[in-house]
């Protein structure tokens, strides 16, 4: 599926009950804007410290609910239009986030159906980048790996990357990540690499949406990380960690924890038992949910299989039975 443009109809997303004809509407503008964008960027600073919780996707609906609502019971300009309905798309796009990484796949499916529409209405390439970025994190979690390189093109394919390198080096980035899936060797580095000549080109200053300050070089070692963990390159996996953890900046607790499971995963790829355990058993407590939990799963199950008698594994699920009784504890 290589679509490359947003459909524009949908029935029932943008629907919401108009205001009573007899009733004058209310005026909004740049102010109300500017206030719905604090929110949207207090939610996305919520996601990248507690992740994909169902709060915090409960949160971004309820957010485009209200502005939906705002644009059909107000009077503004077509640019206010526009600005809102770009906010909508947002939320909801923070809503199929919250839900990919807390694998609720079904929930996210719904988001995207309505962010695809919101994006098309509010005609801003930043947003319809963000939507399909997304899209191509859930087909990735869906196993559709032709349909997540066809939201790559899509990403590529709007006009914010050609303007904006920053956004450039994001979709190469992700790109690599399903590059690998394939088993593309070749293609996932050559995509890390364009990756890396656009960020680097890219303004740091540059006015961008709230939800694009999480990219940065930190990032771009995550996403190199899971793309060399994915082609079973463990050395290179566990550099990128590394750095990823020396460049992250407070507030990314999520990545955080993200990037422990998968350096446990690259030292274990290399026998290194007594690192890949005590690595595992950094990642707080309180991240251990959605994408995560399923990352230190497999670790548990990739543990057992190769080391079945190794003490390190004893420790290993000795830890976890001990995690387990903890929190059943009334």
Known sequence: ??????????????????????????????????????KLADLVASDNRHGGTQAVEARAVRLAAQTLDLQQ?????????????????????????????????????????????????????????????????????????TDALAADDAARSTPITRRDPLYASLAHARTAVHRADDGNTPAARRSLDHAQHALDRADADAHR????????????????????????????????????????????????????????????????????VTTALKVPAETRHGRISGLLDAFGERLTRVAPRAAETRHWLEAQAARTEKSTRP
Do not use: C
């Not at 947003?6 to 206030?35: E, H, K, N, W, Y």
């Not at 990128?240 to 422990?260: D, K, P």
């Open 209 to 276: 949406p709230p939800w694009m300050a999480f990219y940065d070089q930190a990032e771009l070692e995550l996403l190199a990380l899971t793309t060399q963990l994915t082609l079973g390159r463990w050395a290179e996996a566990e550099a990128h960690a590394h750095r990823h953890l020396t460049l992250l900046r407070s507030g990314f607790q999520r990545n955080r924890a993200l990037a422990l499971a998968h350096l446990a995963h690259a030292q274990l790829g290399q026998d290194d038992l007594e690192p890949a």
């Open 73 to 145: 019971n107000s009077i503004a300009s077509q640019r206010v239009r526009g600005e809102l309905y770009s906010l909508a798309a947002a939320f909801t796009s923070s809503a199929m986030w919250a839900a990919i990484d807390g694998r609720r796949l079904d929930e996210a499916t719904q988001h995207l159906n309505k962010a695809v529409t919101l994006a098309g209405l509010s005609a801003d390439p930043a947003v319809q980048f963000r939507v399909w970025g997304h899209a191509g994190a859930l087909y990735r979690q869906l196993g559709r790996s």
């Open 1 to 38: 599926m290589r679509r490359r443009t947003f459909i524009t109809a949908s029935a029932g997303t943008a629907a919401v009950p108009l205001a009573s004809m007899s009733s004058p509407l209310p005026r909004i503008g740049s102010s109300d804007v500017d206030r719905l964008t604090a």
